[in-house]
């Protein structure tokens, strides 16, 4: 009786001997129990090879026999391992002996066996009856004859890595979904979808996993819902956190085919209902549903999403080359298994699916990560530019004020201020002596607090009352030579660089009171070997004026304040005016100031105004405000 063939090495892991041939036979078209052991039946056996797999379950079969002969050893424990076998119902022959039997009323039909034998087993024939409702049956793969102490390793670790690692998925979606629910409304969808794809996956490889069936068989029929569950849930999850991310697509296909799934997906789970309350009387037809058409369907949408996402990676889009990094893995690996699986007719195992998506989940974290560092930097962003338009605010706010009150006051004060002044200055011409020059003193001061309700009417009143067009190298050469010996006596020199035919339209008075103010700051702050560079140039529709100096430049706080009424960085000169009209003056021409400084190292003004087109003469022309 030639009941099985010794091949390979004889020497395995851990010192086990490799089986790698048996025998087959069909089991009857009427239904078999495996009660009788066909010890003398000859017939109707066929050779099988481990490399080959199981053969193809014939039409109509539902059970089979297996027979391999032990070979002589000498284990103290022996003990024999099959690591895939393809069976709902299984009995465990050694001889006419049973050893070992399983029955299973779910369908997840992949067994792992570990059975034990006595030393007088040894060189006997084990009969393996199998019995499935599926389209394979059968050992997958070689047989491991060796010392049950050794094989169990092999036996208990079958199949754990795939539970820690849906464990550890488990975990990152529970933490994921509580924490976007501290997201804003525009990414907890993304955040939530996402930790549903995550604990999917993670359901899926707890559910798959043999170790599961083989040492919680209890909880089978349990695993085995929550894995079509997680499945039915993951496909629409995973469409709609890509139409989060990149849209719908064209024609709203995205969309479209994520309702398709979800309607199809509660369809699968009415199915599973009515399945588990009818005792698995439609188990085919649940298995046709949630298996074979589900498969295609994710094939279906692999190829939809690779595309689409293809499509977006042309275009630049960041994400969208993450994404295609992470499904492309997912989606090749998926669905070559899928297709491997249904040309293997069903007599392949999953493997490397999990480890795909492990590849695709961290390529979503980055996205959902690279989306929450952005939207962060946009909150920073947008926080500095309210705290901008606050202080602007308030700034506009004081000014309005101040400017209003300027102006009242300037008025009430200044006609006294003039009478007083001619009384003085006909008494002044009839004095001598102390008086006169007391007299004197009193006029000076008289016609200091002019000049400073005139900065109060300007900086209330920065219009002009009439425009022209100005030659910016000629204004600029007139300051110099009125800022000139000023800046002498203060030990500094000033080098003029304009570029010619460079017009701007304003008040000339007001053009020169303005970078007066500045230039007058900058002599004020020279040293020894000080120097004030003026240089203008236009770029653009804009001309730009820049006055910088090498004295001892403002600290960062006093940088800050410039402009404000009645600040001055000179504690013991300056009433804070003069920048501060300045300031009104360049903004009623339709320009802007900006200073940057260095304690130390000196101050750069840079002022920016509106370009006009240079007349048609040499001189300037002024036009009369309507």
Not at 37 to 65: C, F, N, R, Y
Not at 105 to 117: K, R, V
Not at 128 to 135: R, S, Y
Not at 366 to 380: D, M, T, W
């Amino acid at each position: 009786m030639a009941c099985g063939v010794l091949q390979a090495s004889a020497e395995g892991r851990y010192g086990s001997t490799e089986i790698t041939n048996w025998q087959m036979k069909w089991g009857s078209p009427d239904g078999e129990t495996g009660r009788e052991v066909p010890l003398a039946d000859e017939q109707g056996w066929m050779e099988v090879h481990a490399l080959q797999g199981t053969p193809e379950l014939p039409k109509g079969i539902s059970s089979a026999w297996t027979r391999i002969t032990l070979p002589e050893n000498g284990y103290t424990s022996p003990a024999v391992y099959i690591n895939t076998l393809y069976a709902l119902h299984v009995k465990v022959y050694a001889g006419d002996r049973l050893i070992l039997e399983g029955d299973r009323s779910f369908i997840h039909d992949n067994y792992s066996l570990l059975i034990p034998l006595s030393t007088q087993d040894n060189g006997k024939t084990l009969y393996i009856w199998t019995e499935t409702l599926q389209d394979r049956i059968g050992i997958k793969d070689k047989v491991l004859l060796g010392e049950h102490s050794l094989l169990i390793k092999d036996y208990s670790k079958n199949g754990l890595v795939d539970v820690v690692l849906g464990g550890a998925f488990l975990f990152v979606a529970i933490v994921l979904f509580v924490c976007s629910f501290y997201l804003n409304k525009e990414y907890f969808p993304i955040a939530a979808s996402l930790s549903i794809v995550i604990a999917s996956t993670g359901i899926l490889s707890i559910t798959y996993s043999p170790f599961t069936y083989t040492f919680f068989s209890y909880l089978g029929p349990l695993s085995v819902v929550l894995f079509d569950m997680a499945l039915l849930s993951l496909l629409p999850a995973l469409t709609f956190l890509f139409e989060k991310i990149f849209g719908s697509g064209k024609r709203g296909i995205i969309r479209r085919f994520r309702k398709f799934q979800v309607v199809y997906s509660m369809f699968c789970m009415v199915c599973l209902i009515v399945n588990y309350l009818s005792g698995n009387r439609l188990v085919e037809f649940y298995y046709f549903v949630s298996a074979s058409v589900i498969g295609i369907i994710m094939i279906l949408q692999f190829i939809l999403l690779t595309a689409c996402v293809v499509l977006f990676s042309l275009r630049g889009n960041k994400d969208a080359i993450t994404f295609a990094v992470g499904f492309g893995t997912a989606a090749v690996t998926g669905a070559g298994e899928l297709v491997w699986y249904y040309i293997r007719q069903g007599n392949y195992d999953l493997i490397y699916w999990k480890w795909a998506l492990v590849v695709f989940i961290l390529s979503l974290i980055i996205i959902l990560g690279r989306r929450l560092a952005l939207n962060h930097q946009q909150v920073v962003k947008y926080s500095r530019e309210l705290e901008l338009f606050n202080n602007e605010l308030q700034r506009s706010e004081k000014m309005e004020i101040i400017s209003e009150l300027a102006a009242s006051v300037a008025h009430e004060v200044r006609n006294p201020l003039q009478v007083t002044r001619g009384f003085l200055q006909l008494l002044s011409e009839k004095s001598s002596g102390d008086e006169r020059r007391y007299l004197f003193m009193a006029l000076s001061e008289l016609d200091r607090a002019s000049n400073i309700i005139t900065d109060f009417l300007t900086f209330a009143k920065p219009e002009f009352e009439k425009i022209s067009l100005l030659s910016v190298q000629d204004e600029c050469k007139h300051i110099e030579s009125i800022l000139l010996p000023l800046c002498h006596l203060n030990g500094g020199k000033m080098v003029l660089e304009v570029a010619g035919n460079l017009w701007v339209k304003g008040n000339s008075s007001k053009f020169k009171q303005a970078f007066i103010n500045i230039i007058k700051n900058s002599i004020e702050s020279l040293g020894e070997d000080g120097s004030i560079h003026i240089t203008a140039y236009a770029k653009g529709d804009k001309a730009f004026i820049h006055i910088k100096d090498n004295g001892s430049g403002m600290d960062p706080w006093v940088l800050s304040r410039l402009g404000e009424p009645y600040f001055s960085s000179n504690k013991t000169k300056g009433t804070g005016l003069g920048l501060m009209v300045t300031f009104r003056i360049i903004e009623a021409m339709g320009g802007e100031v900006r200073f940057i400084s260095t304690k130390g190292a000196g101050t750069e003004s840079i002022t920016t105004l509106p370009l006009a087109e240079a007349p048609d003469g040499s001189g300037s022309y002024e036009a009369k405000l309507v």
